[in-house]
């Protein structure tokens, strides 16, 4: 057992290349994940029933399962359907990217509204009442007390979620999405050197989530700057 | 959902081995969990920087990274050092089970490290001086102070570990590991039926899923149930 430092040099490239899949994944599904995890976040703060408990079914099964699982029934059991493959959204359902993205859509909208609403719910109800002592309505209440301050509450979490995102994007390499970790696979289906690929792929994947720490830690810095001394 | 008749035996006995690498991934979890927090809290500097970067090194690479790596690495580490010993054998095989639940019990053992370091400095200093005031000793003080009150703080995040690790399992199958995913690969191919099988799969995870959050819930209000006001 040696280990190949010329090897690693060779395949850092290949595996760079497949960083721009990567982003793309971590990006779109982390995009819209918000997106759709802000409108689960409106759909469980209404009191209506037939809005808030198909939200809440959402969550439950989306946390529930194995985002691989999901992943699988999306890419190889949709296709099962006549009506999904002669349906308008079978462009995106037929390829592999298309799927990911959804599926890491759908997985993290879940786990982030989650994270939202814990965030919507820890906002100090005095501010609340003092808001609507002002005669703020319940809507400008919502825009100009709650959000600014959920936001603030919520990077700590959310942050962590994206980092778990960023990991998640690395399963998509099971329904032959050449990222990088595909890319990794491949070289080392044909290297066998586990050792090399594996660690140096580990590093980088280390240092995108650093830099992501990093990032929402500043970005917290910058929210919570009229309480600095 | 006729085409799922033949396979209830194949999903059941996957589930089994989903249980079983759970177990055993939960035993080794709670002790990577300890090693890790007490190497945190103890006042060796290297130890701190060990666990450290053990917590980092975890928390920061893909599940499937970890998994891969666990598996095909420990079968070169050992191949080679089996043939240190009997320079005939050419390649060593490692279970898919024990590889693949070792990887996920340092996976979440890294979330959990953080989970006991936090349950420890979470007890209240005063309970701690109540007890030297009564005389306790430092290990009466362990288990009848620390102990009650630590495993209420650390309950809840316990619970998402548990959850965690119950998910992680889908991941074995990716090294060949004959479980629910697997069952459901070779079902679609005999049956043409991909999505019956894999929604199976994940009625079953979300099963499990769901009896784990209960438990929790049953434990957490056992644990309140002395805070419960007297009828």
Known sequence: MSFDI?????????????????????????????????????MRLTEKWYFSVPAQVFIYVF?????????????????????????????????????????????????VSEILRGAVLAVDRGLLEAGSALGL????????????????LGIPPYSNDVISLLKSTALAS????????????????ETYAPYEIFISLAIIYM????????????????????VKK | MEAITGWWDDYFFASIVVLKIFMAS??????????????????????????????????????????????FGSAIALTSLFQLFDPSIKYVDVPPFWAGTFAIALIVGSYATETFRGAFLGVEPGSIEAARALGLSNLQTFVYIRIPEM??????????????????????????????LFVAEQATATTGKPFTMFIVVGLIYLGISTVITLFVMGLEAY?????RAAK
Not at chain 1, 29 to 39: C, D, K, M, R
Not at chain 1, 174 to 189: L, S
């Open chain 1, 6 to 42: 010329t090897l690693i040099l060779d395949s850092l490239p290949k595996m760079l290349s497949g960083i721009g899949l990567t982003f793309q994944l971590l990006i779109l599904s982390g995009v819209l994940g918000l997106l759709l995890a802000f409108v689960l976040l409106l």
């Open chain 2, 151 to 180: 495993w209420r703080i650390a309950l809840p995040s316990f619970g998402n570990h548990m959850l965690s690790l119950v998910k992680d399992t889908a991941l074995i199958s990716i090294i060949g590991l004959n479980e629910l």
């Open chain 1, 63 to 111: 946390r529930g399962t194995p985002i691989l699982v999901q992943i699988f029934i999306i890419y190889y059991g949709l296709p099962q359907f006549e009506a999904i493959r002669e349906s308008i959204f079978w462009p995106i359902l037929r390829e592999p990217f298309g799927c990911a993205i959804l599926a890491l859509t759908l997985n993290t909208g879940a786990y």
């Open chain 1, 137 to 152: 309505s319940r809507n400008q209440r919502f825009i100009y007390i709650t959000s600014p301050l959920a936001i603030r």
């Open chain 1, 174 to 189: 099971t329904i032959t999405i050449f990222d990088m970790m595909g890319i990794a696979r491949t070289i080392v289906a």
């Open chain 2, 26 to 71: 939960l035993l080794l979890m709670v002790i990577f969990g300890l090693i890790g927090a007490a190497a945190k809290l103890s006042n060796s500097i290297i130890a701190k920087k060990i666990a450290n970067a053990y917590t980092i090194i975890f928390r920061g690479t893909p599940e499937i990274l970890v998994v891969l790596l666990i598996y």
């Open chain 2, 223 to 227: 644990g309140r149930s002395h805070l």
């Open chain 1, 207 to 226: 240092i995108f989530t650093f830099f992501i720490q990093k990032g929402f830690g500043y970005f917290e810095n910058f929210m919570s700057r009229h």
